[in-house]
Every structure is written in structure tokens, then in C-alpha cells.
């Protein structure tokens, strides 16, 4: 079966750097976009940040983190800059078939992972 498996969550301070990893299998990865969303408390999921042929970011996030990925180790990173508070959440990643596209809908998305948790303080 598909898992997706997410790690590199802490607590940091505010300006700090943080790297999320996405480990997939059970899947052609390279047949899928791989996508990072968040959600902090009482909020509603959000997309942050996709790849697939190309990258694409939510504007909060532009500047500030990277996505990307490593075809041949099934994994999709998220590397974080500049963090802020409001940047608190849990981080899930997702995959949807390549051919669809990134998207930012939850919905639109086939697997998650279960998350990790950033904490950033200022």
C-alpha cells in the first residue's frame, strides 16, 4: 500500500531554518506531483507548496521555502527559512497523479501522510 511518511518537524525560533522530508513508497513516484500542505489549529488545510515539472508556492511562503525532490529516493523535501510564527502548523505531504497537475485543493489529492509538527516560537 501507499505510505507517505514525513519527518524533520520541531520547535524552533523565529528566523530559523527547518527541513521536512517525505518518504513515499508503494508508488511510482515519478508518475505523481508531491505537494506540501499545513494546518494550524482550528484552521482549515492549506497548500504551501507543490512540484511536478515545475514548483509552485503559496505566497505566504515565496522566498522563504523550497520544495523539492529526489526521484530515484522517493523523497520530497520541504526546506524552511526565515520562519515565522505564523508558520506554526502541521506539515503533511501529497501525492496526485502527475498527469493532473499540482494543485492546491485538498481535495484533489489521492495520498497523505500523517504529518509533523512545526512549532515556531518568537
Known amino acids: 500500500q501507499v505510505q507517505l511518511v514525513e519527518s524533520g518537524g520541531g520547535l524552533v525560533q523565529a528566523g530559523a531554518s527547518l527541513r521536512l522530508s517525505c518518504a513515499a513508497s508503494?508508488?511510482?513516484?515519478?508518475?505523481?506531483?508531491m505537494s506540501w500542505f499545513h494546518q494550524a489549529p482550528g484552521k482549515e488545510r492549506e497548500f504551501v507548496a507543490g512540484i511536478g515539472g515545475s514548483t509552485y508556492y503559496a505566497d505566504s511562503v515565496k522566498g522563504r521555502f523550497t520544495i523539492s525532490r529526489d526521484n530515484a529516493q522517493y523523497t520530497v523535501a520541504l526546506q524552511m527559512s526565515d520562519l515565522k510564527p505564523e508558520d506554526t502548523a502541521g506539515f503533511y505531504c501529497?501525492?496526485?497523479?502527475?498527469?493532473?497537475?499540482?494543485?492546491?485543493?485538498?481535495?484533489?489529492?489521492?495520498?497523505w501522510g500523517q504529518g509533523t509538527q512545526v512549532t515556531v516560537s518568537s
Open positions: 501529497a501525492a496526485r497523479p502527475r498527469y493532473l497537475g499540482v494543485s492546491t485543493s485538498v481535495s484533489d489529492y489521492t495520498y
Open positions: 508503494g508508488l511510482t513516484f515519478s508518475a505523481y506531483v
